[in-house]
């Protein structure tokens, strides 16, 4: 099951996403804490996705420049390391 997740940048092939998936595993093997992070891995990485879409407007991104790198530190996190990249080649100068 984590390899299908592994495999598929964090997607996997079943009908849910990688975190949730995950915290599901950690939970049956008693590991609350583990499935509590990749809970809270995937909500970091969703809110960071958030911010970058506000953080094309350039209102947002003067007042916080060099902040998108904190985006590519969640996607890296949350298992995402394409879109880690992605943000990265497209981060600017500051980061």
Same mark, same amino acid.
């Given at each position: 099951?984590?390899?299908?997740?592994?495999?598929? &940048?964090?997607?996997?092939?079943? &009908?849910?996403?990688?975190?949730?998936?995950?915290?599901?595993?950690?939970?049956?093997?008693?590991?609350?804490?583990?499935?509590?992070?990749?809970?809270?891995?995937?909500?970091?990485?969703?809110?960071?996705?958030?911010?970058?879409?506000?953080?094309?407007?350039?209102?947002?991104?003067?007042?916080?420049?060099?902040?998108?790198?904190?985006?590519?530190?969640?996607?890296?996190?949350?298992?995402?390391?394409?879109?880690?990249?992605?943000?990265?080649?497209? &981060?600017?100068?500051?980061?």
């Amino acid at each position: 099951m984590t390899e299908d997740v592994e495999s598929t &940048a964090g997607a996997g092939t079943l &009908a849910t996403a990688a975190g949730p998936f995950l915290a599901d595993i950690y939970a049956r093997l008693h590991d609350v804490a583990v499935a509590e992070l990749a809970l809270q891995t995937t909500k970091a990485a969703t809110e960071m996705e958030a911010f970058e879409q506000g953080y094309a407007n350039f209102v947002v991104s003067t007042n916080y420049p060099g902040y998108n790198c904190w985006i590519a530190s969640a996607e890296e996190a949350a298992g995402h390391p394409d879109r880690a990249d992605a943000v990265l080649r497209n &981060a600017g100068y500051y980061s």
